[in-house]
């Protein structure tokens, strides 16, 4: 197991049309969301306008969890679906979207055959979880609020603090305990056999 923890304060943020993005990972490490030539991409999104257009990504699947705040989305022909916090929406990329309401959200996105799902996990303190990650290639970890710790690293994540985890054939379970009450976002992903070996 190889966990890689960016902390609040070296992740970079920048503006979109509706407020700021800020990417928490980038799987390969060399590719780049502008170029859209990722397999996923893991980040953080304010909208800080009523209303918004959401930026078109051919070929890519999106997955939105709303953290704080309201949001409808509006997808063109189809009816509007209100989005609730922590509740994972699918979507896909290249269809033309409208967003009404302000809110901080958590985004997904999966390109080719890799697959990924997001979970919403409220915690009381001390409470302790296993994430099964027995058919996963990686895990994210985001403190939303709260802290946590990563047992079988001791490592310690505050609040805005991320991991990416990339798993091995030992790790089927990932334990993880709060030190207070908390609000922790998993990703789960799994890659295709073409891209697994990429760096």
């Known amino acids: 197991m190889d966990i890689k923890i960016t902390k609040k304060n070296e992740q970079i943020s920048s503006a979109w049309m509706g407020g700021t993005t800020t990417q928490l990972a980038i799987y390969p490490l060399d590719s780049s ?45 189809e009816n509007p679906v209100s989005l609730r916090p922590l ?39 001390d409470q302790v979880v296993d994430v099964d990650c027995s058919e996963e290639d990686y895990l994210g970890v985001y403190i939303f609020k709260g ?19 990339k798993t091995d054939s030992n790790c089927s379970k990932l334990n993880l305990k709060t030190g207070k009450d908390s609000v922790l976002i998993i990703t789960k992903i799994r890659l295709s056999e073409k891209n697994k070996g990429l760096k």
């Open 33 to 77: 969301y502008k170029k859209s030539n990722f397999c996923f991409r893991i980040s953080t999104a304010t909208v800080n306008i009523p209303e918004s257009d959401f930026t078109r990504l051919p070929e890519v699947n999106r997955i939105i969890m709303i953290l704080e705040g309201n949001l409808q989305l509006y997808h063109e022909g």
């Open 147 to 165: 802290e946590a710790i990563i047992q079988t690293q001791k490592s310690i994540l505050g609040k805005g603090d991320f991991a990416l985890i």
């Open 87 to 125: 509740e994972a929406y699918s979507f896909l990329g290249e269809i033309e979207t409208k967003g009404v309401g302000i809110a901080t959200d958590f985004n997904l996105m999966l390109r080719g055959r890799t697959k990924g799902e997001i979970l919403g996990l409220s915690l009381k303190h």
